[in-house]
């Protein structure tokens, strides 16, 4: 019953900006941490960001002043805010989330993937 569902991936050009969101639905009480990895063809899927329930972020350094990751937890909702964009941010980005279902149980969920692709 509980899915992760992203959208916003695309075609841009270098520099351009793009902006992903995932969206959890289903019966959850809260969210945890959530992130965002992506996978380029040929290469093992990475961490991209990362936002933990109070609000803190990582970010892997070849993003760092680039991308912005934020959540609204009352949509269930992460953000993945890209700027200056490089051929090399070229992959699927996938959500990731850990989340509260009840008191006590926690599951991670991993979303079906979007597509970025950055010309030069």
């Known amino acids: 019953q509980v899915q992760l569902v992203e959208s916003g991936g695309g075609l841009v050009q270098a520099g351009g900006s793009l902006r992903l969101s995932c969206a959890a639905s289903?019966?959850?009480?809260?969210?945890?941490?959530m992130g965002w990895y992506r996978q380029a063809p040929g290469k093992q899927r990475e961490l991209v960001a990362v936002?933990?329930?109070?609000?803190?972020?990582n970010y892997a350094d070849s993003v760092k002043g680039r991308f912005g990751i934020s959540r609204d937890n009352a949509k269930n909702t992460v953000y993945l805010q890209m700027n200056s964009l490089r051929p090399e941010d070229t992959a699927v980005y996938y959500c990731n989330a850990d989340l509260l279902l009840a008191w006590g149980i926690r599951n991670n969920y991993w979303g079906q993937g979007t597509q970025v692709t950055v010309s030069s």
């Open positions: 936002i933990t329930s109070g609000g803190s972020t």
């Open positions: 289903g019966r959850i009480f809260s969210i945890n941490t």
